[in-house]
């Protein structure tokens, strides 16, 4: 079966300081993966996603970048961090290729920026 | 992505079904509708999801109209433990960026005992 990791689950951090959260996936191959923020009291915004090794698709523009150095490893990253990147961060991901694949979601990573 | 439109909150109680509306009126032809759940402080679980076809699974059943402009989530028992916000989602069928899911507000169910 297939599991999805986040680490860390929760991490406080200064403003300016740089980030480094990770995600990877375990029992598939090639998957579609996922980044999405969720603010305070707020819906879930998607960050950045990745159909392949090294194939970064972002969003919306932000204090924030993606990676996917291996195949069922993303990483979201950022060099210095914003008050406004507090938030709930979510990994996902679903099968590669055509088709209405459901998207499965990781635990979470809560980040504050203090 | 088309836009879907759901109450604000609703409530009911332990045992009873939960129908969760949701409307969806620019939906187009090759655009499924999925639900999601998060619970507080969890990544959203996946419920289900469909084309035209009412479904149903372990979790749940999904009815859509004849004419797929909306849909409504059942829980048929619902427990305390289905509180969560619940996602209604429209999304293309396809790769990249067609499989990308456009969250909204979602609509707070409350089970009371």
């Known amino acids: 079966s297939q599991t999805i990791h986040q680490w860390p689950a929760t991490l406080v951090q200064p403003v300016g300081s740089p980030l480094s959260l990770e995600c990877t996936v375990e029992?598939?191959?090639?998957?579609?993966l996922y980044w999405y923020r969720q603010a305070a009291g707020r819906g879930l915004q998607l960050l950045f996603y990745?159909?392949?090794?090294?194939?970064i698709s972002s969003e919306v523009p932000q204090n924030l970048s993606a990676s996917r150095p291996q195949d069922r490893q993303f990483i979201l990253s950022s060099k210095k961090l914003l008050l406004s990147d507090s938030g709930f961060y979510l990994c996902?991901?679903?099968?590669?290729?055509?088709?209405?694949?459901?998207?499965?979601f990781g635990p979470g990573t809560r980040l504050t920026v203090t | 992505d088309a836009k879907t439109t759901q109450p604000t909150s609703m409530d009911c109680a332990e045992g009873r079904a939960a129908n969760l509306p949701c409307n969806h009126s620019t939906i187009s032809g090759n655009e499924y509708v999925y639900w999601y759940r998060q619970i507080h402080s969890q990544g959203p679980q996946y419920i289900i999801h469909?084309?035209?076809n009412n479904e149903t699974n372990e979790m749940a059943s999904l009815i859509i109209t004849e004419d797929r402009k909306s849909s409504t989530l059942i829980l048929p028992h619902a427990t305390l433990r289905d509180t969560a916000v619940y996602y209604c989602i429209v999304r293309l069928v396809g790769t990249g960026a067609n499989s990308k899911l456009t969250f909204g507000k979602g609509i707070t169910l409350s089970v009371r005992p």
């Open positions: 469909g084309l035209k």
């Open positions: 996902a991901w679903n099968r590669g290729g055509a088709g209405s694949y459901e998207q499965y």
């Open positions: 029992g598939t191959s090639n998957p579609n």
């Open positions: 990745s159909v392949g090794i090294g194939q």
